[in-house]
């Protein structure tokens, strides 16, 4: 079946710095990627939407400058979440959407924490 | 923004019994989703009903989706212990946005 890797799976770094999510469709083309994010015991928050070529979709509330979105690929997004605080500690969830058939596959996820 | 909202927030029951979850959601859908995610993991899909579909099966699972009442169930018949997740609903507007519930943490008691 269709595999969307994430990586890394988890991440440490100070406050202060920057740090970059990759999200690949290892067999298949992504017309588009979504970025989620999930704080522990609670659902999946929507992000922002990225096309590839194009600037991204953020939702109401999600800082575009805070989280940068790159799809420049029809296989690869990046998150970078900049300058990162401890409450920017969380889980981040991509999946990518099937160019054929619009089917969704979700990666399995980067924990991220900042000290 | 959540669309949905799922009931219970949590189930513990037996290995062998069912396991019921209700979802409720607002606005007009184009489908609804049931996904699973274990502890600290990524979604896995479970099934897909679409608006002018009423229910659907597969294998141990049963999706019903009453549109009228803008409400989806999950049913998982003869639980096992891995089936213990957390299950979440979303659904489907346009441009293939998932908008996700508050989830279900269901326990399967061996």
């Known amino acids: 079946g269709a595999v969307v890797s994430q990586h890394p799976s988890w991440v440490i770094c100070k406050s202060g710095t920057s740090v970059k999510i990759e999200c690949r469709s290892l067999d298949f083309q992504a017309t588009t990627m979504f970025w989620y994010r999930q704080f522990p015991k609670q659902s999946l928050m929507l992000m922002a939407t990225s096309n590839e070529g194009s600037k991204a979709t953020y939702e109401q509330g999600v800082e575009k400058d805070k989280f940068l979105i790159n799809h420049a690929s029809l296989t690869l997004s990046t998150l970078t979440v900049t300058s990162a605080h401890p409450e920017d500690s969380s889980f981040y969830i991509c999946s990518a959407q099937r160019a054929e058939g619009n089917t969704i596959y979700f990666g399995e996820g980067s924990w991220l924490t900042v000290v | 923004s959540q669309q949905g909202e799922e009931d219970p927030q949590a189930l513990s029951i037996q290995e062998g019994e069912n396991a019921t979850m209700n979802c409720s959601y607002k606005t007009s859908i184009n489908n609804l989703q049931w996904y699973r995610q274990n502890s600290g993991r990524g979604l896995v899909h479970l099934i897909l009903?679409?608006?002018?579909?009423r229910e659907k099966h597969s294998g141990r699972l049963r999706v019903t989706l009453d549109t009228s009442k803008k409400s989806s169930s999950l049913l998982i018949t003869a639980s096992r212990a891995a089936d213990t997740a957390s299950y979440f609903c979303a659904t489907v507007q346009v441009d293939y946005k998932l908008s996700f519930g508050a989830g279900t943490t269901v326990t399967v008691r061996a």
């Open positions: 009903i679409r608006s002018n579909e």
